[in-house]
């Protein structure tokens, strides 16, 4: 079975950095892709980015090069590194898999699989 399980998030000032992780079972990094999505209070769910089984990434358009996805094969490990952090990026970031067999993942596409959630609080 695929089990996503977030950690990393807390408070942080405005400017501030935070490094998310998610440990991944059941899910091979190697062959499949993965994805970080986040929600705040009252707003549908949105994209972060995304990172394909061969590494290639993709961001959210409106992220502005702030944050950073990565993933480390042999640990089962996903990252996203956030820097800059604005007080709009308050919300619960999760990580999300769509499902053996997809190599290729994009911010907006849907996902199957997802962790209990991580909350990240930006401060002013």
């Known amino acids: 079975q695929v089990q996503l399980v977030e950690s990393g998030g807390g408070s942080v000032q405005a400017g501030g950095s935070l490094r998310l992780s998610c440990t991944v079972s059941g899910y091979n990094l190697t062959t499949y892709c993965m994805g970080w999505l986040r929600q705040a209070p009252g707003k549908e769910r949105e994209g972060v980015a995304a990172?394909?089984?061969?590494?290639?990434?993709t961001y959210s358009d409106s992220l502005k090069g702030r944050f950073t996805i990565s993933k480390d094969n042999a640990k089962n490990t996903l990252y996203l590194e956030m820097n800059s952090l604005k007080p709009e990026d308050t919300a619960m970031y999760y990580c999300?898999?769509?499902?053996?067999?997809?190599?290729?993942?994009?911010?907006?596409?849907?996902?199957?699989?997802w962790g209990q959630g991580t909350q990240v609080t930006v401060s002013s």
């Open positions: 999300a898999a769509p499902g053996k067999g997809w190599v290729r993942c994009r911010p907006g596409m849907a996902y199957n699989y």
């Open positions: 990172i394909d089984s061969d590494g290639m990434t």
